[in-house]
């Protein structure tokens, strides 16, 4: 009788199989809408924000140089400062956009991750099911051999 309960496990391990895979892939489907969501924060209010307030920036160091009297022209110290500017401003907008990249890279490979172990869950659960049900199996057989053998001593084979 105990294949009875060998088949309930199986079909629960079947279900928490399931219902484990189906939790992961919602937490993989959230971490790819956080990666887009940031991407899109980024690209629509935070890199505007930088390149305007570099703007300003640079609209101060002009107005600073321009009101000191002195010339903003090549080979004038200004004009090296200037370059400086700049360069500095170039790399901090590709710094924040390597910054934004890999944060939503790092979200999409998480949920990546997430699909995998949500995968192997369901697998896991299968499997259990599989040797759940092979115990049966063998749980029912060796109660039929030991019907056969009683009811041969009893005379009823």
């Known amino acids: 009788m105990s294949f009875i309960g060998n088949i ?3 079909q629960t391990a079947k279900a928490i199989g399931k219902f484990n895979n189906a939790l992961l892939q919602s937490q993989a ?3 790819e809408a ?3 969501r940031q991407k899109q924060v980024f690209d629509v209010v935070e890199k505007p924000k930088l390149l305007d307030q570099q703007k300003r920036d640079y609209g101060d160091f002009i107005v600073g140089v321009m009101s000191s009297g002195a010339e903003l022209r ?3 110290t200004p004009y090296f400062v200037s370059l400086e500017n700049k360069n500095r401003q170039a ?3 590709a710094y924040a ?3 934004a990249k890999i944060g939503q890279e790092n979200l999409k ?3 990546l991750l997430l699909q995998a172990q949500g995968r192997g869950e369901l697998f896991k659960g299968q ?3 599989r040797s759940q049900y092979a115990a049966a199996a063998g749980s029912l057989l060796s109660d039929i051999g030991t019907g056969v053998t009683l009811g041969k001593q009893f005379g009823f084979i």
């Open 8 to 10: 309930a496990g199986a």
């Open 29 to 31: 489907r959230y971490t």
């Open 34 to 36: 956080e990666a887009a």
């Open 74 to 76: 090549p080979g004038t």
């Open 91 to 93: 790399f901090n907008i």
């Open 97 to 99: 956009d390597y910054q």
């Open 109 to 111: 490979n998480q949920s």
């Open 127 to 129: 499997l259990t099911a």
